[in-house]
């Protein structure tokens, strides 16, 4: 790398606007009217780390976060192995996990449906 440049391999969300739309139900958990601590940005990896705070508080109804728990968690390693991927600058191994990703918050969205 050089003395002022450096280059880093990282993931973003193409278009937030499509959270809300693919994940309504765990948007709806995540950020509620009058949510006054929304981040600024609305991607998936924001939805994944305030839904566990809001579930870690208790913010979120216990039979609920009881049932999403364990999805939840799975979401939250996975978005660790993809923080692993891409500091190894495996950006193959990072595509994949961002699948299993999306594929897990599919079936959390499932979930909280089942209110």
Do not use: C, N
Not at 1 to 10: E, F, N, P, T
Not at 103 to 110: G, I, K, V, W, Y
């Amino acid at each position: 790398m050089g003395k002022l440049l450096q280059v880093r391999v990282s993931v973003f969300t193409v278009d937030p606007d499509q959270v809300e739309v693919r994940w309504p139900e765990l948007s709806g958990l995540t950020y509620p009217p009058g949510h006054e601590y929304a981040p600024a940005k609305r991607g998936v990896l924001e939805l994944i780390d305030t839904l566990r705070a809001r579930v870690d508080a208790g913010a979120v109804d216990a039979g609920l976060a009881a049932r999403l728990r364990p999805g939840l968690d799975k979401a939250v390693a996975q978005v660790s192995e993809l923080d692993g991927a891409l500091a190894a600058w495996k950006a193959d191994e990072a595509r994949m996990v961002t699948e299993k990703i999306e594929d897990t918050l599919d079936a959390l969205e499932d979930v909280a449906g089942s209110k």
